[in-house]
């Protein structure tokens, strides 16, 4: 499933990340890498931002992002 | 010896940095508050240079204010590298510290906020972290000033270490990363962190979040206004009374006429009224500050983003905007932090719209001369800036140049207490510029309004304003702005002389002016003047850093006329509609645009319809 349609509070693992090169990079450097956990903390309303905790701190991706992430729902 | 400061954005290096060589330069709880290299020399051994460097993730960073950083280390090989780490994440940050190493560079780890850690129970192993990583590890407060001493002591004891092997995909470095803290350090939440989470539900939430925005926001111009003025107006009586015996003192002495004029009128006065505003702005100031340093200002760019890119602009055009709501000059080299090169443009663009400091100085004297000192005439100027951006974004993301929505990627900080030291650095280098600039800039235009105002085309004019060279240029000037309705030559001078500064506008018009209710024809005129004023283009310290962030010349153009073009636009309708109010048209013109505005919509529902029929054959 796709990053963007987890609701608040759920847990997933990234599976794939799809997008330009140059965004891995830099979602890459903020910690956001295959394999890793990450739950969501909240969404903005009308497809605004999503607040994730990724290892140990937060931070904010758009809607549009997180379409192009591919997550494995943990339970 | 030459020492340069790395880290990621927001790990407390430009703390560290003022802690070090007891220079002042801007922090905040924000990432990307440094946007240029910064020289300074330690403080207790003069032959120690420090380099403060924008923070980065990583080392082949692609934002602008990144690359400052790379460029530096690859261009001025530093003698030792000072890698800062924010302890309560020290996960991601030990990332880049993966990457250093492989530079050959020797490098010292600071861990930064250990106080924050160790007020948590937190227990950090910093023998173990060093053991691992095999360079030395020290744990200081930047914030309290504690272990920086013995951090350089230790820097300069570094000595040329191997080039280390790259560890491949970033998958295996953050595995690297994983082994060496265990044992380092327990994964849990600090204290802050918990109460950080608690009071985002507030800050950040869904319908509550943006309505706490606007009413923080006219909360800050509002106490800064009302609160500033009561200040100010002793400021002001003080220098009346000092240019009033100064003149008497000399007329005591049998000074010439034209000499008390000159340095009582013009230079104390001139520089009084503007000195007045100081308690305003240093108001101003410190309660932005506080929004920048307790990382309310990353929550603001999260719950605003989604209604920004309607605009075509961003969550983190909200800083720089702002910023600017302080100085335009500052604001505007915060747009650094935008990776989007539109929605970066678009920023620089528009923020310019916002009423700074200065501004806010002006509105203040008109609404205390006009409206009988309504703080609310001078808050709603702040509405009509955002309404003005709003307008002017909706329709510039029409444009080629600003239609790509961008990548987004935004660190949330943990809420932090602004400190006390920070907020005094704040006003303490705000009051040495504005005092500065009431002695230079103002001072000047005193003195050139002076010459203006007493000599013309036939000499000295001996008081008779209407031969001086002032009153010709405004005759001349004042037709441009007759459709806004402020055909007075004083005024017309007065927005020459606000290209300066913007305070010069109040200094212009109470040298030149003995009564101001001649100046304007209503009301509605003065409020023209004032959205005229704040739309304008600001003054040339921020029209050169626009020059500068843009790089490119024929966009720089393009703002100068487009923000001029805004502005006697804006000004034109305020002014149509207070000739239509006083004559009872106004109500009239608003039914003709309902109705216009139905008969497009039908037009366009129909052009649609059409087309469906079409599509359907």
């Known amino acids: 499933m796709l990053l963007s349609m987890l609701k608040v509070g759920e847990q997933a693992k990234v599976l794939q990340l799809n997008n330009s090169s140059k965004m891995i990079k830099r979602l890459n450097d903020m910690g956001i890498t295959t394999g890793v956990n990450l739950k969501i903390v909240r969404c903005a309303p009308f497809h605004g931002p999503i607040e994730l905790e990724v290892r140990g701190f937060n931070l904010a991706i758009r809607y549009l992002e997180a379409q192009k992430i591919i997550v494995e729902k943990r339970l | ?617």
């Open chain 2, 1 to 617: 010896m030459k020492i340069a400061l790395i880290g990621n954005p927001n790990s407390g290096k430009t703390t560290l940095f003022n802690a070090l060589t007891g220079t002042y330069q801007k922090t905040g709880n924000w990432t990307g508050v440094t946007t240029e290299s910064k020289l300074g020399v330690y403080k207790k051994d003069k032959t120690t240079q420090i380099v403060d460097l924008p923070g980065i993730y990583a080392l082949d960073s692609k934002s602008p204010d990144e690359k400052v950083a790379l460029e530096y280390l690859k261009e001025n090989k530093p003698n030792a590298i000072i890698n800062i780490v924010d302890g309560t994440n020290l996960e991601r940050n030990l990332l880049l510290t993966t990457e250093l190493l492989t530079l050959g560079i020797p490098l010292i780890i600071a861990v930064n906020m250990c106080d924050e850690l160790e007020k948590n129970g937190f227990e950090f192993n910093s023998n173990a972290l060093s053991n691992k990583l095999g360079v030395p590890v020290v744990t200081i407060s930047a914030l309290k000033g504690k272990n920086i001493d013995v951090l350089i002591k230790e820097s300069r004891k570094l000595k040329s270490p191997l080039k280390r092997q790259n560890l491949g995909s970033i998958e295996k470095r953050f595995e690297y990363i994983e082994s060496v803290l265990v044992g380092v350090i327990d994964k849990k939440k600090t204290k802050s962190q918990i109460a950080t989470e608690r009071l985002d539900k507030i800050l950040m939430d869904k319908v509550w979040g943006v309505p706490i925005f606007f009413f923080v926001m006219a909360l800050i111009y509002f106490l800064s206004i009302s609160i500033g003025s009561v200040l100010g107006d002793f400021i002001e009586n003080f220098f009346c009374a000092f240019s009033i015996s100064t003149k008497i003192s000399l007329d005591k002495i049998g000074a010439k006429s034209w000499i008390s004029g000159l340095l009582c009128d013009s230079i104390i006065n001139g520089v009084g009224t503007v000195l007045a505003f100081l308690p305003q702005i240093l108001i101003l100031f410190a309660l932005l500050t506080i929004i920048e340093q307790s990382g309310y200002a990353s929550r603001i760019a999260f719950i605003l983003d989604r209604f920004l890119s309607v605009f075509g602009l961003g969550g983190k055009s909200i800083i720089p905007m702002t910023v600017c709501c302080g100085c335009t000059v500052t604001g505007l080299t915060a747009t650094r932090t935008i990776e989007n090169k539109s929605e970066r443009e678009l920023t620089t663009f528009l923020s310019p719209f916002m009423p700074c400091g200065a501004k806010m100085a002006v509105f203040g004297w008109f609404s205390a001369k006009f409206f009988n000192g309504n703080p609310f005439i001078a808050t709603s100027m702040y509405f009509l800036s955002v309404l003005v951006i709003a307008i002017s974004g909706l329709i510039l993301k029409k444009t080629k140049r600003f239609c790509g929505n961008g990548n987004f990627v935004l660190e949330i900080p943990t809420l932090r207490i602004p400190s006390l030291k920070d907020i005094f650095f704040v006003l303490w280098e705000k009051t040495k510029d504005f005092v500065l600039k009431a002695g230079s800039v103002i001072f000047l235009t005193s003195i050139a309004l002076w010459v203006l105002i007493n000599f013309g085309f036939y000499g000295y004019t001996d008081g008779n304003i209407e031969l001086s060279f002032l009153f010709n240029i405004g005759q001349i000037l004042k037709y441009l702005f007759y459709p806004l309705g402020f055909f007075s030559w004083e005024t017309a001078v007065s927005v020459l002389t606000g290209l300066m500064a913007k305070e010069a506008i109040i200094e212009t018009l109470e040298i030149v002016s003995d009564d101001y209710t001649a100046l304007f024809l209503n009301g509605w005129s003065v409020y023209s003047f004032m959205s005229f004023v704040l739309l304008a283009p600001p003054c040339m310290a921020s029209i050169f850093t626009a020059k500068k962030e843009l790089c490119n010349k024929r966009v720089f153009v393009l703002t100068l006329v487009f923000q001029t073009l805004v502005a006697y636009v804006v000004a034109f309708v305020i002014n149509l509609m207070g000739y239509l109010w006083k004559n009872g048209l106004l109500l009239y013109l608003i039914v003709v645009i309902i109705l216009m505005l139905i008969v497009i919509l039908l037009i366009r529902n129909m052009k649609i319809s059409k087309k469906e029929k079409e599509n359907a054959v």
